[in-house]
């Protein structure tokens, strides 16, 4: 398994400003993703970090909304810019460590925009 | 893409008794079919996982069994305890190192 921090845990933010969230691995992964979970629903792909590329983006989100760096390949950011309202939700990272499929997920930011 | 379909929504069992949650797929492509339980406030972690290659796979109280001539693998929980009240989602897989598209999940519910 693979130890994964990400922070802030929660944060409150107003609209219209950004939030830059952090995923830091204990080992090196070539694989990262994000995740978001609106109130009570199921998880949602994001986009795919990969270390040294840009990450790709899943249909229904866009890099402008949700910058993603992946600097090394230990540590990734997720962006959410220019916050609304119906940005509130929790935002995951998880990490694929080459077991074909086998993901571990951080704890998650839980996001709310007033 | 992947449509994953997962059936029931909620399910509410008597302590001790049997629960199971279906998961329906479309890409022929999969062979790697996990189950993930998120408790309330938690990360999703993995609890039981098959590979197309074996029908079924125990693991104490769980088990998965898989389908995929019909395209569904199954999530089924024995003498249920109230720690197994969570949200269970499946997320079929071509197995290599891309993203999940994961179920609406199943919230199950332990009555006391």
């Known amino acids: 398994s693979a130890v994964i921090s990400q922070k802030p845990s929660r944060d409150i933010c107003q609209r219209g400003t950004s939030l830059t969230i952090q995923c830091q691995v204990d080992s090196q992964v070539t694989m990262m993703f994000w995740y978001r979970q609106q109130p009570g629903q199921s998880l949602t792909l994001i986009a795919t970090?990969?270390?040294?590329?840009?990450?790709?983006?899943e249909s229904g989100f866009v890099i402008d909304k949700f910058p993603i760096s992946r600097p090394n390949l230990t540590f990734s950011t997720l962006t959410v810019s220019n916050m609304s309202p119906e940005d509130s939700s929790i935002y995951l990272c998880?990490?694929?460590?080459?077991?074909?499929?086998?993901?571990?997920f951080g704890a998650g930011t839980r996001l709310s925009v007033l | 893409g992947e449509n994953v379909e997962q059936h029931p929504s909620t399910l509410s069992v008597q302590e001790g008794d049997s629960a199971v949650i279906k998961c329906t797929y479309s890409?022929?492509?999969?062979?790697?079919f996990p189950w993930y339980k998120q408790e309330l406030g938690k990360r999703p972690q993995l609890i039981i996982d098959?590979?197309?290659?074996?029908g079924e796979k125990k693991d104490q109280r769980i088990a998965v069994t898989l389908n995929k001539t019909a395209k569904h693998f199954s999530l089924h929980i024995t003498e249920t305890q109230p720690e197994d009240s969570a949200v269970y989602f499946c997320a079929p897989h071509g197995g290599g190192a891309d993203g999940l598209t994961f179920g609406k999940g199943t919230h199950l519910i332990i009555q006391p």
């Open positions: 890409d022929s492509a999969s062979n790697y």
């Open positions: 998880s990490v694929d460590l080459g077991r074909e499929g086998i993901q571990y």
């Open positions: 970090a990969n270390q040294g590329s840009e990450a790709t983006y």
């Open positions: 098959i590979r197309s290659n074996v």
